[in-house]
């Protein structure tokens, strides 16, 4: 048995490099969104990923500074919209410092989060815990409901928007 210790210091010098592998690594893109009250909030990520299938749990990375994440309280519905190849525009829109980000966007309510039209994938989800990690923090979410759509991702790769090719 291994007593735990406390982690090293992180390397401050390491960062320049991390950013540029980083940059190389292909990611899906999402508009994560809520509700407060009426008010529909989103932004742009494409930190997130699959947690657990038994319970189904997905995890989204959002900067500490969010708006979007001061909304997000325990419980909280959640929308993760998987963008479509087509829908650049909407990736730029809701990553942009805009007031409005739904102004002229179709979207309904599912599941108490908005859901946006033409997404390549939908998941509902409701908060379980946030949990600290330097400049971000990681909400943990239980998987509500999830629906694919044909077509192709959007994703994210070296600083610029693709989708992948069918093989």
Do not use: K, Y
């Amino acid at each position: 048995m291994h007593a735990l210790s406390e982690p090293p210091e992180p390397r401050s010098d390491v960062e320049p490099e991390f950013l540029a592998a980083m940059r190389h690594v292909a990611a899906p893109v999402a508009v994560v969104t809520t509700l407060v009250g009426r008010r529909p909030l989103g932004t742009t990520v494409s930190a997130f990923d699959s947690l657990s299938m038994r319970p189904a749990m997905m995890t989204v990375a959002l900067q500490a500074s969010s708006s979007l994440l001061s909304a997000l309280r325990r419980g909280a519905p959640v929308g993760v919209n998987v963008l479509a190849d087509d829908q650049i525009t909407l990736a730029q829109r809701f990553a942009a410092r805009v007031e409005d980000r739904f102004r002229g966007v179709p979207w309904q309510v599912d599941c108490g989060a908005p859901r946006l039209g033409g997404t390549h994938a939908w998941f509902a989800l409701s908060v379980r815990d946030h949990v600290p990690g330097g400049d971000h923090v990681v909400v943990v979410c239980d998987v509500e409901a999830a629906e694919v759509a044909s077509g192709r991702p959007l994703v994210h790769h070296d600083r610029r928007f693709g989708t992948i090719a069918s093989s």
